[in-house]
């Protein structure tokens, strides 16, 4: 059997209705739309793990931040793809890195770098531990069905408005992510923004193959003329100009910026400062805090994770007639090793990305979708500065693709009973507006026992269902009378 055989056999591409070019044009999609991370995450870590506390030169916080985020991604997905087989990437996530920094940064808690790191490691020997049982897949197994159907929903509008937001349609004032930008056709950004989204829908209508992908380089096509024209940013009403330039690099600038990525300095990937930091902050452990700080990583990753799987697998078909994930305790090891990995090396959670979608969108449907992921990540190591090329608004044309495509799974929730809306409303538009997952599958594991109980089905409510409700209330007054 030929080399391509076996590994397509490997996989099951036949069993999965997939081939060698779906599966690659899915991966390149997926990377594309969650390629950010390997920017921003260092940017944002860099605010608590900086230059000085690292002992390193100038700068070189962000370079070393950025090769522990592609390094701990790679290790969790070559789990994903290798043993759970399904088409998921991971990385550190958003949200999660904000609240490592919050915690680094607060002069209650007096937490150190070093000790955050220590509460990363520790989650995710615990999940590895609780995975290995059982225990993770049991908890996400009671889920309730409404709570199930409205996760990939929320998560859709929760992408939407994350997608909106970076390409300035919405959110031109930044302290409202929801209002409308008053000047959206004085903006190049917006209106480049719009001219590819509509550029994607109708290729994906019309079920063009690498439609996604032909977006996201279409609209960084657009933005690169719009810049050689001469089109500048807009300014709001106080006359600052809005983030998210236009790129407007000139061929000297592209060169030179390929010219230093392709002068490699060993030292500039020497982690040695990262990695392993997370044992001297063991030996900073203060009792109560540390637990809190632990406990609030836990929860919020675990819900999150929970949610992720759940909605990824819903739009890819692949849960069973009840509506759950088969061998879920897979992809939950894979979230699990990529943590502890990353608490080794020296960055925040690592987690399952919902821009999987788009992937999965475009066909993947194994593990070899997330090896090739993995493998661009690996690319990207001593090409770090080239991503600078891609205008930071381009990505975000395919979210608008994905929102459209996992909005379908509302019409699941029964409406016309209340147990099944209360819950699967609160699940939905929760997530969004609060930017959490972990927020709206929180509202609705709480309202859905006390919605079958007020309509007499008491007796249909699992004990375990209880227990996630008064764990949801119990974490949400520790977390906002502690951390606030």
């Known amino acids: 059997m030929a080399l391509g055989d076996s590994v397509a056999a490997f996989f099951g591409f036949d069993d999965h209705g997939t081939d060698y070019s779906t599966e690659l044009l899915a991966g390149l999609t997926t990377f ?10 260092p940017f944002i870590l860099n605010i608590a793990i900086t230059d000085a506390k690292l002992g390193v030169a100038d700068g070189m ?42 915690v680094v940064l607060s002069p209650q808690l007096g937490i150190t770098w070093q000790t955050a790191l220590a509460a990363v490691f520790l989650e995710g ?38 997608g909106l937001q970076f390409m300035r349609i919405t959110a031109f004032d930044t302290s409202d992510i929801l209002s409308f930008n008053p000047i959206l056709a ?24 690498g439609s996604i992908v032909i977006g ?67 030996g900073d452990v203060t009792g109560l805090t540390f637990a809190m700080v632990l406990f609030t990583f836990f929860f919020v990753d675990f819900f999150d994770t929970a949610g992720t799987l759940v909605g990824l697998s819903r739009a890819a078909d692949m849960t069973d007639e009840d509506g759950e994930v088969p061998d879920m305790d897979e992809p939950l090891m894979a979230d699990a090793i990529g943590t502890t990995v990353g608490g080794i090396l020296g960055t925040s959670t690592v987690t399952t990305f919902i821009e999987s979608s788009t992937g999965i969108e475009e066909g993947g449907r194994t593990g070899f979708t997330t090896l090739v992921v993995a493998g661009l990540f690996l690319l990207t190591l001593p090409f770090i500065p080239l991503l600078g090329l891609l205008p930071a608004y381009a990505p975000y044309v395919a979210l608008l693709v994905v929102a459209v495509f996992m909005l379908r799974n509302v019409t699941d929730i029964a409406w016309d009973d209340n147990a099944h809306a209360i819950p699967g409303a609160l699940t939905i538009t929760l997530m969004p507006l609060t930017h959490s997952i ?4 929180a509202a609705g594991l709480l309202s859905y026992p006390l919605v079958k109980t007020a309509q007499g089905e008491f007796e249909d409510v699992q004990v375990g269902q209880w227990a996630l409700a008064a764990a949801v209330v119990i974490y949400y007054v520790v977390r906002t009378n502690t951390l606030a």
């Open 438 to 441: 972990a927020t709206g599958i």
């Open 216 to 282: 996201v380089l279409g609209t960084s096509a657009l933005g690169y003329i719009a810049a050689a024209v001469g089109l500048e940013a807009a300014a709001n009403e106080v006359g600052d100009t809005y983030d998210l330039q236009p790129q407007a690099l000139a061929p000297s600038d592209v060169i030179g910026i390929v010219n230093d990525a392709l002068a490699f300095d060993a030292a500039s990937y020497d982690i040695t400062p990262l990695a392993g930091a997370f044992l001297e902050g063991f």
């Open 61 to 102: 916080a962000v370079q070393l931040l950025a090769v522990t985020t592609i390094l701990s991604a790679v290790a969790a997905m070559l789990v994903m793809g290798l043993y759970a087989n399904l088409p998921f990437g991971l990385a550190s996530g958003m949200g999660l890195n904000a609240f490592f920094v919050s």
């Open 125 to 162: 020997v615990l999940f590895i531990a609780l995975t290995a049982i059982g225990a993770r897949e049991y908890v996400i197994n009671l889920f309730p069905e409404p709570v199930k159907a409205g996760v990939g929903p929320g998560i859709g509008l929760f992408l939407a408005i994350i």
């Open 32 to 41: 594309l739309t969650m390629s950010y991370i390997i920017v921003v995450n």
């Open 186 to 209: 004085q903006d190049p950004v917006a209106v480049v923004s719009i001219l590819g989204i509509l550029l994607t829908f109708v290729l994906y209508a019309r079920g063009t193959r």
